[in-house]
């Protein structure tokens, strides 16, 4: 099996950067495509990007596009998010997932693997 486990979160002001990171562990060759999801209390799990096996192929929640990129290291095993111009709204837990297969789903469903969670408070 595959574990994962988030680490950068914390809390910053609004205009702020953050960069997360996920460390894969286990059977990482059973590890094809990654996303990052956010939840806040209250609020749906929503996703924020998926990045392909190979990272050819990224995309993003409209609600962060050109605020954020995915990218991954796959000799390292991590996947990572880096964020830009910080919004209150982008306050929440963020989780890093995996699947199998080499290509991106865009639901929870989609992903078997999941970190604990990171959190991320944006102070307004």
């Known amino acids: 099996q595959v574990q994962l486990a988030e680490s950068g979160g914390g809390l910053v002001q609004t205009g702020g950067s953050l960069k997360l990171s996920c460390a894969a562990s286990g059977r990482t060759i059973r590890l094809g495509a990654m996303a990052w999801f956010r939840q806040d209390p209250g609020k749906e799990r929503e996703l924020v990007a998926t990045?392909?096996?190979?990272?050819?192929?990224?995309s993003y929640a409209d609600s962060v596009k050109g605020r954020c990129t995915i990218s991954r290291d796959n000799v390292k095993h991590m996947l990572f998010l880096q964020m830009h111009s910080l919004k209150p709204e982008d306050t929440a837990i963020y989780s890093c997932?995996?699947?199998?297969?080499?290509?991106?789903?865009?639901?929870?469903?989609?992903?078997?693997?999941w970190g604990q969670g990171t959190q991320v408070t944006v102070s307004s």
């Open positions: 990045i392909n096996w190979s990272g050819s192929s990224t």
């Open positions: 997932a995996g699947r199998t297969s080499v290509d991106s789903g865009f639901m929870t469903r989609d992903y078997e693997y």
